[in-house]
T-cell receptor, first 113, second 115 residues
Framework: NAGVMQNPRHLVRRRGQEARLRCSPMKGHSHVYWYRQLPEEGLKFMVYLQKENIIDESGMPKERFSAEFPKEGPSILRIQQVVRGDSAAYFC???????????FGSGTRLTVV | GQQLNQSPQSMFIQEGEDVSMNCTSSSIFNTWLWYKQDPGEGPVLLIALYKAGELTSNGRLTAQFGITRKDSFLNISASIPSDVGIYFCAGQTNAGGTSYGKLTFGQGTILTVHP
């Protein structure tokens, strides 16, 4: 049973480009969470999605960031017009119901140059 | 928003020593979780605590959920080199509605174990 799969593991983007981060939850999990980790800090909640619905986006910046979890396919975190401050590790977690059985992926490390 | 204060920030210990780290919060959590993160990887759950006062062990790890529901500690006994990593506490609330499921993380404790 594969764990939470995130890709790419590393992503380099120039300022102004778009970054698309993908997360495939564990089999049977329909709840997905995205977190951001800056160097030497803890993870900060961004958004919580359940199939086709955004449940809580209180941690998402209001501009340039969006997330989706379509009926078919992985969850996508999209960052438009990236800036240097977006450089961070982005982690996805999934659970089979609200908040239980949380499992994290290995993350995508975004570097904006 | 909710914040967790985790201490110490870092620890340098000799192999075989015991380690203790803790987290405090200004608000109540219904669940406390302790994670370990290795370089380049995501956090891995070590121990989950669901009841105030609960004391739970997992091998050489012991964690407690404070009576006030505003704090937790993690102890590691007889440390070994593979204990090296960053340890995070995280709190979860089921205050209802959309906040359920969201984790609030501490800043982490960097553990170095000298052989």
């Amino acid at each position: 049973n594969a764990g939470v799969m995130q890709n790419p593991r590393h992503l380099v983007r120039r300022r102004g480009q778009e970054a698309r981060l993908r997360c495939s939850p564990m089999k049977g999990h329909s709840h997905v969470y995205w977190y951001r980790q800056l160097p030497e800090e803890g993870l900060k909640f961004m958004v919580y999605l359940q199939k086709e619905n955004i449940i809580d986006e209180s941690g998402m910046p209001k501009e340039r960031f969006s997330a989706e979890f379509p009926k078919e396919g992985p969850s996508i975190l999209r960052i438009q017009q990236v800036v240097r401050g977006d450089s961070a590790a982005y982690f996805c977690a999934s659970s089979h119901d609200r908040g239980n059985g949380y499992t994290f992926g290995s993350g995508t490390r975004l570097t904006v140059v | 928003g909710q914040q967790l204060n985790q201490s110490p920030q870092s620890m340098f210990i000799q192999e075989g020593e015991d380690v203790s780290m803790n987290c405090t919060s200004s608000s109540i959590f219904n669940t406390w979780l302790w994670y370990k993160q290795d370089p380049g990887e995501g956090p891995v759950l070590l121990i989950a605590l669901y009841k105030a006062g609960e004391l739970t062990s997992n091998g050489r790890l012991t964690a407690q959920f404070g009576i006030t529901r505003k704090d937790s500690f993690l102890n590691i006994s007889a440390s070994i080199p593979s204990d090296v990593g960053i340890y995070f506490c995280a709190g979860q609330t089921n205050a209802g509605g959309t906040s359920y499921g969201k984790l609030t993380f501490g800043q982490g404790t960097i553990l170095t174990v000298h052989p």
